[in-house]
């Protein structure tokens, strides 16, 4: 039942904090003062300026708590009425022009409450506007109601004096039993919401972790919502318990609820017509539009919301776009994009640069007795058309899922593999190392895209996008040794031989250029079915898994090269004599040893970091370290690969780094070749009266912008062979 309370009006504006409180005077005034210390003289109304106000149609509770600077201009305030401590900026004749949108500075036809107010900022027929701090230069136009409450959080998860824990804000992600839950927070990055997700059986490291958070937060109340310099809002229903940047532009909004929205003349945020954000911290540069309905969330810089999409318990990482569709409980990576409306992703942790496509129902997590069921995808997932999967589920890099419905839990360990359902026979079908074989030009695209993409100002922690990285090369490490195994098994034909024996058979099989027909080939521990699993090509998988390894370590020597003297190459290379390849974990879209991420939470445990903003700084130290990590896995990778041996002199490197540009070639040559059978395909050709209109409509191959940056790809290649083949030429 609604409770209506009858008051005094010359106390409206003040009482707003709890009066049982016995420090609440001080504490409404003096947070206030804190976020507002602007270094201005403020003073009392002259009786001049009061009578001017009057005649304009103006009206005070009490004109002494109306507070002004001597650039005051009372002629700029029409028809408005004021309560509690107001204090105006300074005023000139000027009009503030936004788009077309065109106002006179001042106040005009509007309820003010105990607010302070920045420089020529325009207020045109706000309803109620209550204990916020305007920035100079903003403009509020057509708003029903803008208030604060003193208990306002501003979209962390924070508990302030006298709340229950019962009223913290927190996100429920990966699962919807809420085991995993977060604490939202200011600064909250991918990676944070991450390692806190995991280990949650280490009691230490999750009280930490909590720690951590609450140490961030200031429990008094007081502080009042903050609207930054040059921000427009206009035509808006409810905004409550906001903290917004500078230079965004809010128009059209439903409800803005507790929620911080970062923004700047580098990274403005704008959010459109119909949205309804509660709970929530929206990063710098985001855009959020069209009834968007978002509750419990962290939206990352450069990120998108629009058409109606739904966001509820989750997090969405940097520089991604969910439009029409609905997402819950998950914690999505940087560069993820679900733009389809019909689509549905729930109780997921999804590692980025992934695409989910329209009818994928991606956690159907009714499957057991409680909905506690998770999937886990590294990055580069890609559920196609109508795909429905199954908790619990794990895909390893760049799956690719055609359509179907998938009744049973997967795990996926082949990276770059096509996964799809032959219904007739019953079966699971696993092609490895698709994407390579025959759809390159989507592949490798995304070397480039997701970078383009990345809009972020300050790249401090580095975020990999190129399909060979430390986690997929580990990947395809495995997946070689999981289908020697299988073949050998098939080769072996029931006979009961060790591993090693199944290898070399496999080996043998492997290493011919045309291979015998042995029939299909089965993995075990895929699908939790009695039915087969197919590994399909096998041969060709093989292959061009160790083909792209070869690749990525020549890659990593180039470029070692172009800053480095060969004689630092052999040097690393002899240290790197029998090693084997580090493990790596996905880190919120950042790859992390997993040896020096356990130390740095070593570390947390024990107390000596004790901050967020310490593991920010291991974040960033890794990234600038990144390079030569990635260049020291790389020559591990290939000792695995090649039995423990790296190029051994000057000729075994002029022959990887040769190799390397053939691969190079290769590629180019299959991004072309995956593109062309959209040209060649009669299907598609058939909706064009002719080659010149199809030409028209989806342009001409040859003049396609990545084919052509293959060129360009090819040429700066060249140009970094010729400087290692100057230092080749020196060491010979």
């Known amino acids: 039942m609604a409770k209506v309370r009858k008051g005094n009006i010359q106390e409206l504006g003040n009482g707003w904090i709890d009066p049982n409180d016995t420090d609440a005077a001080n504490k409404e005034s003096s947070r206030r003062f804190e976020q507002q210390d602007n270094g201005y003289?403020?003073?009392?109304?002259?009786?001049?300026?009061?009578?001017?106000?009057?005649?304009?149609?103006?009206?005070?509770?009490?004109?002494?708590e109306i507070q002004v600077t001597d650039a005051f201009m009372p002629e700029l305030i029409r028809n408005s009425s004021f309560f509690g401590l107001v204090r105006i900026g300074r005023m000139s004749a000027s009009v503030l022009e936004y788009k077309d949108l065109k106002l006179p500075v001042g106040i005009y036809n509007s309820y003010i409450v105990s607010c302070d107010i920045g420089d020529d900022v325009a207020i045109h027929q706000v309803n109620y506007l209550a204990h916020f701090i305007l920035?100079?230069?903003?403009?509020?136009?057509?708003v029903n109601e803008m208030l604060t409450s003193p208990v306002a959080k501003f979209g962390n998860g924070m508990l302030k004096e006298g709340e229950e824990e019962s009223q913290r804000i927190v996100l429920e992600l990966c699962n919807e039993n809420g085991n995993r839950s977060v604490i939202p927070f200011e600064g909250m990055q991918a990676s944070d919401a991450y390692l806190w997700t995991r280990y949650r059986d280490d009691e230490i490291l999750q009280q930490r972790f909590r720690e951590m958070t609450d140490k961030r937060f200031d429990k008094t109340r007081g502080y009042y919502s903050v609207v930054g310099d040059s921000t427009v809002i206009k035509n808006s229903k409810t905004i409550k318990d906001v903290h917004i940047g500078s230079h965004a532009y809010i128009k059209g909004v439903n409800k803005l609820k507790n929620v911080t929205v970062n923004s700047s003349a580098a990274g403005?945020?704008?959010?459109?017509?119909?949205?309804?954000?509660?709970?929530?911290?929206?990063?710098?540069?985001?855009?959020?539009?069209?009834?968007?309905?978002?509750v419990r969330f962290v939206l990352s810089s450069f990120s998108q919301l629009k058409y109606g999409a739904r966001l509820i318990n989750s997090f969405l990482g940097d520089n991604s776009t969910i439009s029409c569709c609905e997402v819950l409980n998950s914690l999505i990576f940087p560069a993820h994009e679900q733009h389809h409306n019909n689509s549905f992703l729930c109780a997921a942790l999804v590692k980025g640069q992934s695409n989910v496509a329209a009818g994928a129902t991606v956690g159907s997590n009714?499957?057991?007795?409680?909905?506690?069921?998770?999937?886990?995808?590294?990055?580069?997932?890609?559920?196609?058309?109508?795909?429905?999967?199954?908790?619990?589920?794990?895909?390893?890099?760049?799956?690719?899922?055609?359509?179907?419905?998938?009744?049973?839990?997967?795990?996926?360990?082949?990276?770059f593999s096509l996964v799809s359902l032959d219904v007739p026979k019953d079966e699971l079908i696993i092609i490895p190392g698709y994407w390579f074989l025959y759809n390159a030009y989507a592949l490798m695209r995304n070397n480039g895209k997701f970078a383009a993409r990345d809009k972020r100002r300050l790249k401090n922690q580095y975020f990999e996008y190129d399909v060979l990285g430390p986690d997929t090369v580990n990947e395809m490490l495995a997946g070689i040794s999981e289908m020697e195994e299988a073949v050998g098994k098939k080769l072996a034909n029931g006979e009961n031989l060790d591993q090693h024996a199944l290898k070399q058979l496999a080996r043998a099989y492997f290493s011919a250029d045309e291979p015998a027909d042995i029939g299909p080939v089965y993995l075990e521990r895929v699908e939790a079915s009695k039915r087969k699993v197919v590994l399909a090509k096998p041969h060709a998988g093989y292959?061009?898994?160790?083909?792209?390894?070869?690749?990525?370590m020549g890659i990593q020597v180039i470029e070692f090269l172009q800053d480095n003297s060969l004689?630092?190459?052999?040097?690393?290379?002899?240290?790197?004599?029998?090693?084997?390849?580090?493990?790596?974990?996905?880190?919120?879209?950042?790859?992390?040893?997993?040896?020096?991420?356990?130390?740095?939470?070593?570390?947390?445990?024990?107390?000596?970091?004790?901050?967020?903003?310490?593991?920010?700084?291991?974040?960033?130290?890794?990234?600038?370290?990144?390079?030569?990590?990635?260049?020291?896995?790389?020559?591990?990778?290939y000792q695995l690969l090649e039995g423990g041996k790296l190029p051994d002199g000057v000729d075994a490197l002029q022959a990887l780094v040769e190799e390397t540009r053939e691969t190079k070639q290769w590629l180019s040559a299959q991004i072309i070749r995956s593109r062309k059978k959209d040209y060649d395909n009669?299907?598609?050709?058939?909706?064009?009266?002719?080659?010149?209109?199809?030409?028209?409509?989806?342009?001409?191959?040859e003049e396609n912008a990545f084919i052509r940056q293959q060129e360009e790809e090819m040429a700066a290649m060249d140009a970094k062979l010729q400087v290692v083949e100057q230092l080749f030429a020196l060491k010979e």
């Open 268 to 294: 403005a945020t704008q959010i459109g017509e119909g949205c309804e954000l509660v709970n929530g911290i929206i990063g710098f540069g985001c855009r959020v539009f069209y009834g968007v309905k978002a």
């Open 682 to 701: 009669t299907f598609r050709k058939m909706v064009y009266r002719s080659d010149a209109e199809m030409d028209a409509v989806v342009g001409k191959l």
């Open 366 to 415: 009714h499957n057991s007795r409680s909905p506690d069921g998770e999937l886990i995808a590294e990055r580069g997932f890609w559920p196609g058309l109508c795909v429905s999967l199954k908790h619990n589920s794990r895909f390893a890099s760049y799956t690719l899922i055609v359509k179907g419905d998938f009744l049973y839990e997967l795990d996926i360990r082949l990276p």
């Open 41 to 64: 003289a403020y003073r009392p109304l002259s009786a001049h300026e009061r009578l001017s106000l009057i005649r304009n149609g103006n009206y005070a509770a009490n004109w002494n």
């Open 567 to 637: 004689a630092d190459l052999q040097d690393l290379m002899a240290a790197a004599q029998g090693c084997t390849p580090e493990l790596f974990d996905n880190v919120g879209g950042q790859l992390i040893p997993v040896q020096d991420l356990e130390q740095l939470l070593d570390r947390v445990r024990s107390g000596e970091l004790d901050s967020w903003e310490q593991l920010h700084r291991w974040y960033h130290q890794w990234s600038a370290d990144y390079p030569l990590v990635k260049l020291k896995h790389a020559l591990c990778s």
């Open 135 to 142: 920035g100079n230069e903003v403009i509020l136009f057509s």
């Open 543 to 552: 292959r061009v898994y160790r083909r792209m390894i070869r690749y990525y």
